[in-house]
Nanobody
Framework: QVQLVESGGGSVQAGGSLRLSCAAS????????MGWFRQAPGKEREGVAV???????????YYADSVKGRFTVSQDNGKNTVYLQMNSLLPEDTAMYYC???????????????????WGLGTQVTVSS
């Protein structure tokens, strides 16, 4: 099993930045694909970014088109932590952000929430105009 705890959410004005953290524990070596998803009220959960944290070929990243060039996903293997740096935030980025873990083979450009096994409780991001 994998336990995930997100932190770093908050309220910012449009154009601002936030960095989310996801601390992972447990069988993390079995679930090498770490993802960020978000869900706004009344909308479906959507993928934001994923990073492959495998030992030998780790570091590959994929992003949703809506966040490319603004968000960056990274890892600190020593701390078993994945980050989501969010810059140039827009009001439409307002959502609950979730960290999730999946088997490594699910890390690709077409990542889907249904492929992720473990989820954190989420952290709220609110961007005001």
């Amino acid at each position: 099993q994998v336990q995930l705890v997100e932190s770093g959410g908050g309220s910012v004005q449009a154009g601002g930045s936030l960095r989310l953290s996801c601390a992972a524990s447990g069988d993390t070596y079995r679930y090498a694909c770490m993802g960020w998803f978000r869900q706004a009220p009344g909308k479906e959960r959507e993928g934001v970014a994923v990073i492959y944290t495998g030992v030998y070929t780790g570091g590959s990243t994929y992003y949703a088109d809506s966040v490319k060039g603004r968000f960056t996903v990274s890892q600190d293997n020593g701390k078993n932590t994945v980050y989501l740096q969010m810059n140039s935030l827009l009001p439409e980025d307002t959502a609950m952000y979730y960290c999730a873990a999946a088997r490594g083979r699910f890390c690709g450009s077409q990542f889907r929430a249904s492929d992720f096994t473990y989820w954190g409780l989420g952290t709220q991001v609110t961007v005001s105009s």
